[in-house]
Structures are given as C-alpha cells and as structure tokens.
C-alpha cells in the first residue's frame, strides 16, 4: 500500500500492519529526507535519548530515526526496564515514554523516574483522551505526544526539550 508522509508529499510504502503508524515506519531512503538538517539546534548532538516501548517495531522505526538525526538511543521495553536503564547507564537527556506497557506501565515509570531524576519526559502515546494527557503530567511527563505522529513533530518536540533542559541547567550542556 502506498501512501504519502504526513509531513510532506514524499511517497512512502505501508504494509497493512504499519497503517497505524504510516509516518514512524519510512523507509530508510525517505527517513533521511526527514533527517534535521546540519543547521539545525546543536543540541541535538550526541544527545542520549531512552526510548521506552513494548512493541519492538515501533522501537526499531524510533531508533533508525533518532539515529539518523544525530542521538545515541538505549532502548527499554517496560517500564521496571527503563528505571534499571537509567540506574546502569547513568544519566540520559530525554526520555520517550509509551503509557501501555506490560509491568508497571508508564504513568508508575513515569512517576519513579521523576522522582530520581530531572530528565525531560516525552510520553508517546495512543492514548489521545484530555484525562490521559492531565495524568501524564501529573505524573511527570514534559509533554505528550499522540501516536501516530509525524517523523518532524517528533524531532522538533525532543530538540525544545533539549533546550529548555539546557537552559534551566546550563551546566547539562557541558556534562555531557
């Protein structure tokens, strides 16, 4: 099935189990269309970006794509995994958070890492309900993030987080 990126009108191939997610699963040649250009933010330089999902597609789609743009992606499956993560690779500079993982699920991820640490938190999710989204920051989150979302929006929302995380710590940048 064909279909063209939300972002722009680059053609793009969707197998029927992708449909979900048309803009995360590109292809190799169209993601580096999307790919930020040199000129932009220096924030998005080796930056350490934890991406906590349950479905390893979508994980394998994220990390191609976050590579692609520049970071350094670990990578946690549920939630007890991404706090173990955090405690045995140190600190990271966002964090990607799904809500519906299998264990303690990602508003309790959420609420322990925040209690640990002040890492910017991006919770993507398919959940897109007013309540949701208020639970998500009560718990923690920077900011949320409905799936399916644009390849573009993804990247613009981590490098504002990058930079508010940097400007309200202007020592981060140098840690580094």
Same mark, same amino acid.
């Given at each position: 099935m064909n279909s063209e990126c939300a972002c722009c009108t680059v053609p793009v191939t969707v197998s029927r189990r992708r449909e979900a997610y048309p803009e995360v699963y590109m292809s190799p040649? @169209?993601?580096? *269309?999307?790919?930020?250009?040199?000129?932009?933010?220096? @924030?998005?330089?080796?930056?350490?970006?934890?991406?906590?999902?349950?479905?390893p597609q979508l994980r394998r789609a994220l990390r191609t794509i976050l590579a692609s743009a520049g970071y350094t992606v670990l990578e946690a499956m549920t939630g #007890?995994?991404? *706090?173990?993560?955090?405690?045995?690779?140190?600190?990271?500079?966002? %964090?990607?958070?799904?809500?519906?993982?299998?264990? %303690?699920?990602? *508003? #309790?991820?959420?609420?322990?890492?925040?209690?640990? %640490?002040? @890492?910017?938190?991006?919770?993507?999710?398919?959940r897109r309900e007013r309540e949701d989204?208020?639970?998500? @920051?009560?718990?923690?989150?920077?900011?949320?993030?409905?799936?399916?979302f644009g390849v573009q929006e993804l990247l613009s929302r981590i490098e504002v987080l990058l930079r508010m995380a940097t400007t309200l710590n202007p020592l981060r940048a140098f840690e580094s």
């Open positions: 040649s @169209t993601q580096s *269309l999307h790919a930020p250009s040199p000129a932009r933010s220096s @924030t998005v330089n080796a930056a350490k970006v934890l991406l906590v999902d349950d479905d #007890e995994e991404a *706090l173990d993560k955090v405690e045995q690779e140190g600190p990271v500079d966002v %964090i990607l958070l799904d809500l519906k993982m299998p264990g %303690i699920g990602g *508003l #309790e991820a959420c609420r322990r890492l925040r209690e640990n %640490i002040h @890492t910017p938190i991006l919770v993507i999710s398919v989204k208020a639970q998500a @920051t009560d718990a923690g989150a920077d900011d949320y993030l409905v799936k399916p």
